[in-house]
Nanobody
Framework: QVQLVESGGGSVQAGGSLRLSCAASGLYAMGWFRQAPGKEREFVAAISWSGGSTYYADSVQGRFTISRDKRDNAKNTAYLQMNNLKPEDTAVYYC?????????????????WGQGTQVTVSS
């Protein structure tokens, strides 16, 4: 059973930055999704198990950066650095991992999910 533990959410003013972390057991593709009130969950970013390939939603391209730390092969951590945050980025952010290719996460694929962390951006 893969376990995902997220941290790093919070409140920030527009233009500010936050960094989310997700500690996962196992080496799989990892990604971030978000869900705003009254909206469906949407893909944000994904990274391959090697870290060599990354994917972003158009709405965050150039502002968010996904990365991962695999120094311990039994456990690895993914990060989502969020810069120039906008009020429309306000949502619960979920970390996810999949045994499939990272590119499949663009279509909403996720086999395991974290508990979610709130990000609130005020104008």
């Amino acid at each position: 059973q893969v376990q995902l533990v997220e941290s790093g959410g919070g409140s920030v003013q527009a233009g500010g930055s936050l960094r989310l972390s997700c500690a996962a057991s196992g080496l799989y593709a990892m990604g971030w999704f978000r869900q705003a009130p009254g909206k469906e969950r949407e893909f944000v970013a994904a990274i391959s198990w090697s870290g060599g390939s990354t994917y972003y939603a158009d709405s965050v391209q150039g502002r968010f950066t996904i990365s991962r730390d695999k120094r311990d092969n039994a456990k690895n951590t993914a990060y989502l650095q969020m810069n120039n945050l906008k009020p429309e980025d306000t949502a619960v952010y979920y970390c996810s991992t999949t045994t499939q290719a990272a590119a499949t996460m663009r279509g909403g694929r996720g086999d395991y999910w974290g508990q979610g962390t709130q990000v609130t951006v005020s104008s």
